[in-house]
């Protein structure tokens, strides 16, 4: 990185700050729900190089071809003052100054920035969240702001929701931010609480599968705006501020006073809630492999309650389980994205392939499978 910034900049980084994408364990939807979510940080990184300039003018590039297509290719070029107005990939990176200026009230200077990742866009795995982190993380040594890593999440939310124009909670920033390795984050969004939950995965001899179904979701454009505020729309006929107030067993009783589908959305939310729960559970147990009944049954929830799966999922989990997976389902916002398989690490490689054989049987493109380890949040990466 620090030679292919030098070549597009002309002078050497001032350091290198990354971000892991993650992978939520369990608990879809719930962190705009005041619901429990459990994620972890993956070892696929985004990378941002960045050296201070002495003016205010800001200079980004990116290694991505995709982004480089968007954006018509080469080095996107803004000011301090004009960041807020970015548009394709730069407006991860170019937002989260548009926010800390804003928020803040901070002057800084000007940089230049190049970006890396091997975090897949588009999968479900917080490629978006894993740039804004690693700008924050940047920046916020760069220019000597003392951010608390709470407040970065706030911050990084405020991008997603302001400058990208996606409605998305804070479990992404979250997960990002205060990952640490071989654990998943237990946060609870009604108390406001991370906790940091041992896997034990690696001990018991289990890996965590991505399916990448190649089937690309935008959460500022998609569904996801309209299940949240069904979600909101739920929590009004309750009568309750989130739908973390109603308990597993008074889901039935609101059946008759809210529409069907409304209610399937209500379901959903307050049994993923209860599975995130069992499942960090079982993890500080020592019993990471009892979790697999409780992940598929998750899948099953996506599907037919919250109906934010797609078939090529649907396929990629259902072959999972049957050729051996302890339990899968859909990760991330939905229509789109990915699956995880819990799996036996020894058996990962044969799964992975009778997976991506049984989805393109199944009619639907070959996937990508890929496994990951929970890996450490967002840092300055050290030196070579």
Do not use: K
Request: aromatic share 4%.
């Amino acid at each position: 990185m620090r030679e292919a910034f030098a070549t597009a900049f002309g002078a050497e980084p001032d350091g290198i700050w990354s971000a892991p994408g993650r992978v939520n364990l369990i608990g879809e939807h719930t962190d705009y729900n005041g619901g429990l979510a459990l994620p972890f940080g993956i070892d696929r990184r985004t990378r941002v190089a960045v050296r201070l300039r002495d003016d205010d003018v800001v200079r980004v590039a990116t290694d991505s071809a995709q982004a480089h297509a968007d954006e018509g290719g080469g080095i996107v070029t803004a000011t301090l003052a004009t960041a807020g107005e970015a548009t394709g990939w730069s407006r991860y990176l170019l937002g989260v100054v548009h926010v800390l200026r804003r928020e803040l009230g901070i002057g800084g200077t000007g940089f230049d920035a190049l970006v890396w990742s091997d975090v897949p866009v588009g999968v479900g795995v917080s490629s978006s969240a894993a740039l804004e982190s690693a700008a924050l993380v940047a920046l916020d040594e760069l220019w000597q702001l003392g951010i608390e890593r709470t407040e970065m999440v706030r911050l990084g939310q405020l991008v997603e929701n302001e400058v990208v124009g996606a409605p998305t909670g804070t479990l992404d920033q979250s997960a990002v931010l205060l990952a640490q390795r071989d654990h998943a984050v237990l946060l609870d969004f009604r108390a406001e609480t991370a906790e940091q939950v041992p896997l034990g995965f690696e001990a018991a001899g289990l890996e965590i599968l991505v399916i990448d179904s190649l089937v690309r979701h935008d959460h500022a454009t998609g569904g996801y705006g309209d299940r949240r505020r069904e979600c909101e729309e739920a929590a009004r006929i309750a009568g309750v501020t989130t739908l973390r107030e109603i308990a597993v067993d008074e889901i039935e009783s609101w059946a008759d006073r809210m529409p069907p589908h409304v209610h399937r959305r209500l379901r959903h939310i307050v049994t993923d809630t209860d599975r995130a729960a069992r499942v960090a559970a079982l993890v500080r147990e020592g019993r990471p492999r009892d979790i697999g009944p409780i992940l598929t049954d998750g899948h099953v929830s996506q599907r037919d309650d919250f109906e934010d799966s797609v078939p090529a999922i649907d396929a990629a989990v259902d072959a999972a389980v049957t050729v051996g997976a302890l339990g899968a389902r859909l990760t991330g916002g939905g229509f789109g994205g990915a699956a995880i398989a819990l799996v036996d690490a020894s058996e990962s490689a044969r799964i992975g392939a009778a997976v991506a054989d049984a989805v393109v049987a199944a009619g639907h493109a070959r996937p990508v499978v890929f496994a990951v380890q929970a890996s450490q949040g967002a840092r300055r990466d050290p030196e070579a």
